[in-house]
């Protein structure tokens, strides 16, 4: 039997910090939306909140390293591009 040592927490802690994070983002984005009236705002905010339960499917290490990886960073990617379209339509000066 091999000793994994902490290392399986301390990925788990990672994941529920990164959950945390998309979530206080998410209802940032999402405020920002409502008050300027952007559908891209909230998109923004939708797309971080899919980022909080996936996050937490990671922190169980349910699913593979790969998987759980790819789903993240495209729910994180895709609340990225709905801000930049959002900024480039609400804030250009």
Request: glycine share 10%; charged share 10%; proline share 3%.
């Amino acid at each position: 039997m091999s000793d994994r040592g902490l290392q399986p927490e301390r990925t788990a802690l990672a994941w529920q910090r990164t959950g945390l994070a998309a979530a206080v983002v998410a209802v940032l984005l999402v405020r920002d939306g409502v008050v300027h009236g952007s559908a891209w705002g909230i998109a923004a905010g939708a797309c971080a909140a899919l980022a909080v339960p996936l996050s937490a499917l990671a922190a169980r290490a349910t699913p593979s390293a790969w998987t759980r990886l790819t789903l993240v960073t495209g729910a994180v990617v895709a609340s990225g591009l709905c801000t930049v379209v959002h900024l480039l339509l609400h804030y250009d000066g």
